[in-house]
């Protein structure tokens, strides 16, 4: 009788621990999503929250595949080394995807089309294209394109900083010449600054996209059918609308 009853005590437990277990399968798993809240209106800080169109896209992502996120904000040039230290998961930053890039990093499918642009003072005639930006002193945001477009150009002065908006202030100033930056950024920062402008000249056309890390196959995968569904489904195309 005592055996029996153990045998059916087991048998409850057992049923107990596999329901346990399945539940736990079914938790939401976190996902550290790295970002430089310097680049609106992709992502900025707002009353001390990350906003912005990255953030709304990732949470889309997020809630199509079922995951939980947590936006790490760090510089725009520690973003990989942090990825790579897995240190974080995944990286939505306004990121273009660089041949260089790729060979540390997966990216995901591109999710915005973007190009380089000028800006210099209002009153400013001599800079009609990139040529013109030699023998100038020009802004540069360190680790974004624009930062590997300028130094790739003979006799230009590079300054570099973290943040856009301390460059456009050396460039209200007069302490540098022009910035090279990403093309709505820097309409946002004409918008918000008075005497600037943007130039008419465009440098190439750079595709922004997520980065994962080599060995994470799963969440790429994931995070590339989220991207279809979205732009199939209408909400890709209301997130533009609300943000561009």
């Known amino acids: ?52 169109f990255d953030m709304d896209l990732m949470d889309a992502i ?46 995901s499918e591109t999710y915005y089309k973007a190009n380089q642009v000028i800006i210099t003072a209002e009153d400013s005639e001599d800079i009609a294209n990139f040529d013109g930006l030699k023998g100038k002193k020009v802004g540069v945001i360190l680790g974004f394109t624009g930062d590997v477009i300028v130094s790739e150009i003979e006799g230009v002065e590079a300054k570099k900083y973290n943040a856009g908006y301390a460059a456009i202030m050396d460039l209200k100033e007069g302490k540098i010449d022009a910035v ?34 080599k060995d994470n196959e799963e969440l790429l995968a994931k995070i590339n059918i989220a991207l279809t569904t979205l732009k199939g489904n209408g909400t890709y195309d209301k997130l533009l609308k609300k943000w561009f």
Not at 6 to 30: D, R
Not at 180 to 206: C, H, Q, R, W, Y
């Open 1 to 52: 009788m005592k055996n029996t009853m153990k045998l059916i005590i087991a048998a409850i437990i057992g049923i107990f621990m596999v329901a346990c277990g399945n539940t736990g399968e079914e938790k939401v798993s976190k996902v550290y999503v790295g970002t430089n809240a310097e680049f609106a209106p992709f992502e900025y800080l707002e009353d001390g929250k990350t906003v912005g």
């Open 180 to 213: 090279v930056l990403d093309g709505e950024p820097a309409k946002n920062f004409v918008k918000n600054n008075e005497g600037i402008k943007i130039t008419s000249a465009e440098g190439e056309k750079e595709e922004y996209a997520m980065a994962v890390s």
């Open 62 to 107: 997020s809630k199509e595949i079922g995951i939980e996120i947590e936006i790490k904000d760090m510089a725009f040039d520690g973003l990989l080394p942090a990825l790579q230290a897995k240190k974080i998961d995944m990286i939505i930053a306004g990121m273009t995807a660089t041949e260089e890039r790729k060979k540390a990093v997966n990216f």
